[in-house]
């Protein structure tokens, strides 16, 4: 059985712009439950709203010592998002994840952010097909 990454990720995503403080983060992450933000833009000018993933930003980027009106664009990574499709295998998505060291990863899918994946997931994951 081949399990692709629409199986297992979390949807939907709550996004943020690279404007957004620090502290609209925090409060966007603890009112959500979640531990990282997709920051984007979104580009209108085509048939349909595009999504241009900016950055990420984690919990570790703004639970370290930063002013808490920061602008996402100061905290957030942007070099290393790592973006997978919906139909991408499990087995793949996990073994990027391991090759960049990151714990989340975006799910895309047509231009459009479907869903995340993150080291928790995967975790459950294997609780849920391999353990009895």
């Known amino acids: 059985m081949r399990i692709q990454v ?14 957004a403080t620090v502290r ?4 966007l992450m603890k009112k959500e439950g979640i531990n990282a933000v997709p920051i984007v ?7 349909t709203v595009e ?10 980027d703004i639970g370290k ?16 998002v790592l973006v997978v499709h ?6 793949s998505a ?5 090759r960049n060291n990151v714990h989340h990863m975006v799910v895309m899918d047509d231009g459009k952010i479907k ?6 997931d995967f975790v459950k994951l294997v609780a849920e097909h391999t353990l009895g």
């Not at 919906?86 to 087995?91: G, K, Y």
Request: glycine share 2%.
């Open 6 to 19: 629409k199986d297992f990720m979390s949807a939907p995503v709550t996004t943020a712009s690279s404007e």
């Open 24 to 27: 609209e983060i925090r409060a």
């Open 41 to 47: 833009s979104y580009s209108k000018d085509k048939p």
């Open 51 to 60: 999504t241009t993933i900016q950055g990420i930003v984690t919990v570790s």
């Open 65 to 80: 010592n930063v002013h808490e009106d920061a602008p996402m664009e100061n905290v957030m990574t942007s070099s290393n």
């Open 86 to 91: 919906t139909d991408s295998s499990a087995q």
């Open 94 to 98: 996990a073994k990027m994840m391991l």
């Open 115 to 120: 869903g995340m994946i993150s080291s928790l």
